[in-house]
Nanobody, 124 residues
Framework: QERPVESGGGSVQSGGSLRLSCIPG????????MGWFRQAPGREREAVALLNPAADAIYRDSVKGRFTISRDNARNMLNLQMNDLRPEDTAMYYCAAGDLYEYNCGLGATVRSWGHGTQVTVFS
């Protein structure tokens, strides 16, 4: 199992959009619990969105309706579409791989491998 590799971060004005992508380091991605986490300076890392092997997604309340987690089974990749970004979304975003065939893939899911992170900065 290799470490996930994220891409797609950057700086954007409040209300803008970014799309993060992840090469997950596991294959096939569709049978794993996968997720996106973030950590802002001085704060603990928190789960943002997770996707189980049945493609059921769960989001933290603050991003519901703005963020969408998805996977591309053909390309074996995980994505996070982030719309209507706010300054409080500023953080390092991490892709994470959990357990194989873990359908109980919630915000407290066990993470087996972390990516290095990609920075998202939202300015007002």
């Amino acid at each position: 199992q290799e470490r996930p590799v994220e891409s797609g971060g950057g700086s954007v004005q409040s209300g803008g959009s970014l799309r993060l992508s992840c090469i997950p380091g596991v294959s096939p991605v569709r049978v794993y619990c996968m997720g996106w986490f973030r950590q802002a300076p001085g704060r603990e890392r928190e789960a943002v969105a997770l996707l189980n092997p049945a493609a059921d997604a769960i989001y933290r309340d603050s991003v519901k309706g703005r963020f969408t987690i998805s996977r591309d089974n053909a390309r074996n990749m995980l994505n996070l579409q982030m719309n209507d970004l706010r300054p409080e979304d500023t953080a390092m975003y991490y892709c994470a791989a959990g357990d194989l065939y873990e359908y109980n893939c919630g915000l407290g899911a066990t993470v087996r491998s972390w990516g290095h992170g990609t920075q998202v900065t939202v300015f007002s």
